[in-house]
């Protein structure tokens, strides 16, 4: 169960600090920026890695789990728990930010800036990127891992957040869209992630 429960908290960490800072940037006419927004989110995914890692494995990403499950990194009889674990700590972020902006209409929802299909293909690239790069740090860079991670999460969301989202992370774009009602790209956002995150498990062995 700590597993769970650290899977849960780190997820939970994740949607309040980045999903909160899109509403606080909101909220507050830009003094977060676009840029503050990038760095929240790599920051906290560095924090909540080195603070988890060693219990659950800090995946805090329903893709991640079901890639490490894949390439048998992670006992497959517990990726439904961790992704219950994930949703669950994403809605309560969500849940709160709700209680706290409760006028914030989208509470930090990833939608697409252009078309369906550039979102979505983005999105499956970003993912395919930070997979493959988890997968490589975890058999070779594991002391470094938050810091590389995390760098490469502020990376993407910098450049590809003001098309796409740079959600690379369903629990992340599913609480937001839950809590605040809004489904209409939801597909988007569930099926691109766990795809790119298959194809980054299908080069990560070929290189391997």
């Not at 975890?138 to 098309?163: C, H, K, R, T």
Request: hydrophobic share 60%; glycine share 8%.
């Amino acid at each position: 169960m700590k597993k769970y429960f650290a899977e849960a908290i780190g997820t939970f960490a994740i949607v309040f600090c980045g999903t909160g800072a899109i509403i606080i940037n909101q909220q507050t006419n830009g003094s977060v920026t676009h840029p503050g927004i990038a760095i929240t989110f790599g920051l906290i995914v560095m924090a909540m890695i080195y603070a988890f890692g060693s219990i659950s494995g800090a995946h805090f990403n329903p893709a991640v789990s079901i890639a490490f499950a894949v390439s048998g990194k992670f006992a497959a009889r517990q990726l439904i728990p961790y992704i219950i674990s994930q949703l669950s700590g994403a809605v309560l972020a969500s849940l709160l930010l709700k209680f706290l902006f409760p006028a914030n209409e989208l509470l930090g929802a990833t939608l697409p800036a252009g078309s369906d299909m550039q979102s979505f293909v983005l999105e499956v690239i970003l993912t395919f990127l930070l997979v493959l790069i988890i997968l490589h740090v975890a058999d070779n860079q594991a002391m470094m891992a938050g810091l590389i991670i995390g760098s490469v999460i502020l990376l993407e969301a910098m450049f590809a957040g003001p098309i796409c989202g740079a959600s690379m992370n369903p629990a992340r774009s599913f609480a937001p869209a839950c809590v605040s009602v809004h489904f209409e790209h939801l597909w988007i956002y569930i099926t691109a992630p766990v795809i790119g995150a298959l194809f980054a498990v299908f080069v990560w062995r070929t290189i391997k």
